[in-house]
């Protein structure tokens, strides 16, 4: 069955830096548009990052363009996010999605926690 597995969430200080990995099975990810998102408390869910099925293009939300950077290993069917200099609004869930035409898939989320 499909899944996909966010990891690498945590508690990091203003400044630092976390590296998120989300593990796909169960489909061809390599022929799947990969995407980032967060929900804040009371907040709506958001798109961080986007990266195309070969990995050439990518595209950044506002609010963290020049901090986070998303990229992909289709021989291992994972993405990640790095996220640097990182900041207290950058706290929130963050979910991984894979999109292709009419099919969407999610993962569960990891928690990222930006405080000192």
């Known amino acids: 069955q499909v899944q996909l597995v966010e990891s690498g969430g945590g508690l990091v200080q203003p400044g630092g830096s976390l590296r998120l990995s989300c593990a796909a099975s169960g489909f061809t990810f390599s022929s799947y548009v990969m995407i980032w998102y967060r929900q804040a408390p009371g907040k709506e869910r958001e798109l961080v990052a986007s990266?195309?099925?070969?990995?050439?293009?990518?595209n950044y939300a506002d609010s963290v363009k020049g901090r986070f950077t998303i990229s992909r290993d289709n021989t291992k069917n994972t993405v990640y996010l790095q996220m640097n200099s990182l900041k207290p609004e950058d706290t929130a869930v963050y979910y991984c999605?894979?999109?292709?035409?009419?099919?969407?898939?999610w993962g569960q989320g990891t928690q990222v926690t930006v405080s000192s």
């Open positions: 999605k894979a999109r292709r035409a009419f099919e969407n898939y």
């Open positions: 990266i195309i099925d070969t990995g050439s293009i990518t």
